[in-house]
């Protein structure tokens, strides 16, 4: 295929995963289309990758737990471009006592999670149509394979990405769509977040990865047609056999070491 006057879109592309998936896409030689929220230095991001990797960039700050605001952003990708890949991997979490959370915080982790992934999917996907082959990756997290206490929200909204996509996949099999979804565990985006996720002691330190071998595997496994990528083999066989009334209290302590730490 050729890609030279088509891109990829990347959502949450400013740092950590998804600077990473855009980088992994840019060194295919792959235009690429970085959407954030404003004041993360994308603008920089967007200049360097296209410096470094000689393809054409755009970047777009949108805050996308705005429903009007996802909309605007896929009218205008839609008009301006042909599109042959779309990384959904914008997403938000957060660790909080579910009383003590405000119902700000709540709508706007599901506004991102949930709503902004199935709509920019949505909108996006006659473009993706068009093109001779389009994929789309979703991120969900291992967290979909399990309820956490003092997450809740979280692992709700990821697994609905993770039943979407799969769903998804088997609707557009025979098309010239191929979706898949990655379950990847904590990031290593920097030292502090590496603190934080440390504290939740054994299972924290089991499924902390880095982001660019994270990117880089899925990008590969993604050409691959595999629908269901898993970057983090252990961790994944340990969520899948254990029964929930044994991991349920078990990511519920992490996560409540990591709020005491």
């Not at 967007?46 to 605001?69: G, M, P, Q, R, W």
């Not at 399990?146 to 025979?174: C, D, M, N, Q």
């Not at 660019?212 to 990528?229: H, P, R």
Request: glycine share 4%; net charge positive; aromatic share 8%.
């Amino acid at each position: 295929m050729d890609t030279k006057e088509s891109y990829a879109v990347v959502t949450g592309a400013s740092q950590g995963l998804g600077k990473s998936f855009a980088e992994s896409l840019a060194r295919k030689k792959m235009n690429v289309i970085l959407i954030s929220l404003p004041n993360q230095h994308l603008k920089e991001v967007s200049e360097e990758i296209a410096e470094n990797f000689n393809v054409k960039t755009h970047y777009y700050e949108v805050d996308l737990s705005v429903h009007e605001n996802v909309l605007k952003l896929t009218s205008l990708l839609n008009r301006s471009f042909k599109i042959h890949i779309l990384i959904n991997n914008a997403g938000l979490g957060g660790t909080k006592k579910f009383s003590e959370a405000t119902s700000s915080y709540i709508n706007t982790i599901l506004q991102v999670n949930v709503m902004a992934t199935s709509l920019m999917t949505h909108q996006l996907l006659p473009n993706l149509l068009q093109q001779p082959q389009s994929y789309i990756l979703n991120v969900s997290s291992m967290a979909a394979f399990s309820p956490i206490g003092f997450k809740t929200v979280y692992p709700a909204s990821k697994t609905f990405i993770h039943s979407f996509s799969r769903g998804l996949h088997e609707e557009l099999r025979g098309t010239n769509v191929f979706v898949s979804v990655v379950n990847p565990g904590a990031m290593k985006t920097n030292n502090d977040v590496s603190r934080r996720i440390e504290k939740q002691g054994f299972l924290g330190k089991l499924t902390l990865l880095d982001p660019d071998k994270v990117a880089s595997y899925c990008i590969d496994q993604l050409f691959k047609k595999d629908s269901v990528i898993m970057v983090n083999p252990v961790s994944w066989f340990v969520m899948k056999i254990l029964p929930v009334w044994i991991k349920l209290p078990l990511m519920t302590n992490a996560i409540k070491k990591e709020i005491e730490g």
